[in-house]
T-cell receptor, first 111, second 117 residues
Framework: RKEVEQDPGPFNVPEGATVAFNCTYS??????FFWYRQDCRKEPKLLMS???SGNEDGRFTAQLNRASQYISLLIRDSKLSDSATYLC????????????FGKGTRLHILP | NAGVTQTPKFQVLKTGQSMTLQCAQD?????MYWYRQDPGMGLRLIYY???????DKGEVPNGYNVSRLNKREFSLRLESAAPSQTSVYFC????????????????FGSGTRLTVV
């Protein structure tokens, strides 16, 4: 099993729809979880951290399921500007070399 | 609010040439990293520095060297560039949380697009 695995997509979703994607991780000792967004030919930018209790930031909701070892990202009322690649990031908090990036899920919002 | 600054943004090298990619952060972060990103491969860690004065190999260190010049600056050197090193290089910094402190995640520079011909 890969350390961090994501569906590469692309997810083609009409504007205004809700879209969700998951990311699975293999190390049960993982401590910190994040979603990053990367626009074409740009650097990754932190979208949100993922907390054990789940967290919401506007139209975005992130959840963690430790039992099944996955995190999820839900985007409601999708906008054209949400088109990007979403990277799942998992880390062992106290190890700098154990921050693993997923390869990303591409999302295209269609007008 | 500069964050992480990388230079240059673009570079074309001939096989065998050398160059240094520069990175500086102004967030007082302890940890700095160099990644490369290739199509279909995701981000791969080349080297990292957990603190000033320390450096460690990541997943793909061959062909590269690094220097943590001070807390702000972390440079990546290609001694003899090869076509396989054509990639987009990202520098990042982080203040790892440790066991009791929250990890706030990475801040990335805008990247260096390197082509080796």
């Amino acid at each position: 099993r890969k350390e961090v695995e994501q569906d590469p997509g692309p997810f083609n979703v009409p504007e205004g729809a809700t879209v969700a994607f998951n990311c699975t991780y293999s190390n049960s000792a993982s401590q910190s979880f994040f979603w990053y967004r990367q626009d074409c030919r740009k650097e990754p930018k932190l979208l949100m951290s993922v907390y054990s209790s789940g967290n919401e930031d506007g139209r975005f909701t992130a959840q963690l399921n430790r039992a099944s070892q996955y995190i999820s990202l839900l985007i409601r009322d999708s906008k054209l500007s949400d088109s990007a690649t979403y990277l799942c990031v998992v880390s062992l908090t106290n190890r700098d070399d154990k921050i693993i990036f997923g390869k990303g899920t591409r999302l295209h919002i269609l007008p | 609010n500069a964050g992480v600054t990388q230079t240059p943004k673009f570079q074309v090298l001939k096989t065998g040439q050398s160059m240094t990619l520069q990175c500086a952060q102004d967030m007082n972060h302890n940890s700095m990293y160099w990644y490369r990103q290739d199509p279909g491969m995701g981000l791969r860690l080349i080297y990292y520095s957990a603190s000033e004065g320390t450096t460690d190999k990541g997943e793909v260190p061959n062909g590269y060297n690094v220097s943590r010049l001070n807390k702000r600056e972390f440079s990546l050197r290609l001694e003899s560039a090869a076509p396989s090193q054509t990639s987009v290089y990202f520098c990042a910094s982080n203040h790892p949380g440790g066991q009791r402190v929250k990890n706030y995640g990475y801040t990335f520079g805008s990247g260096t697009r390197l082509t080796v011909v």
